[in-house]
């Protein structure tokens, strides 16, 4: 509570305020008339397509089934590595998502993914594809693109389908690169080149 000599105090030191006869407002209507930056930007947007820069195919892929097995691992991957992937002994660090997803949209998360994976070291991760047994076609559609974008992401080394406990045939285990960061911490812990 403020007393009476505070109140008086404070009136004192406003008296000589003026009020603003102008609203104090942002002007928020949009102008009528088209500026020529405004139409120059709308005739860049049409005329010049943004360049995609995600790699992965858009195009029509070979189609699998819901109980087809995904199956890659890229040259140089040792074998006792790849089968403790597949009989999915690697702790799981992170998962992706992509069911109701669109195949644009899958494609999109899956590359984004792949590249956050890298970045915060992540090495063994799952992404959950489903396996598109309702499909009236039989054909498992993110699951088909799926198996086609992963040898295409240089940070993918291996990849299988994951054990019956973690999704079976509708996930997929993927084994990423280590990161810049991760190689060098390993040069300077064990003393290597």
């Known amino acids: 509570m403020t007393s009476k000599d505070e109140r008086l105090l404070f009136l004192e030191q406003m008296k000589d305020v003026q009020r603003i006869r102008r609203p104090n407002r942002a002007e928020v209507a949009t102008p009528r008339e088209l500026t020529p930056g405004h139409l120059e930007r709308q005739r860049a947007a049409v005329d010049a397509p943004s360049r995609d820069a995600n790699p992965l195919t858009a195009s029509d892929v070979d189609p699998l089934t819901a109980h087809d097995i995904l199956c890659w691992q890229r040259p ?102 280590k990161s810049d960061q991760q190689k060098q911490r390993n040069r300077e812990i064990h003393g290597t080149r």
């Open 76 to 177: 140089g991957i040792q074998h006792g590595v790849f089968r403790k992937l597949r009989l999915g002994h690697y702790p799981i660090e992170a998962r992706l998502d992509l069911h109701r997803m669109t195949v644009e949209e899958a494609r999109r998360e899956v590359f984004g993914f792949v590249k956050d994976c890298v970045r915060y070291g992540l090495r063994s991760v799952i992404i959950l594809h489903g396996k598109g047994e309702r499909n009236p076609d039989g054909i498992a559609q993110l699951k088909s693109y799926l198996a086609r974008w992963l040898p295409e992401l240089d940070e993918v080394l291996a990849f299988h389908s994951a054990q019956k406990h973690h999704g079976g045939t509708g996930a997929v285990y993927v084994m990423i690169r």
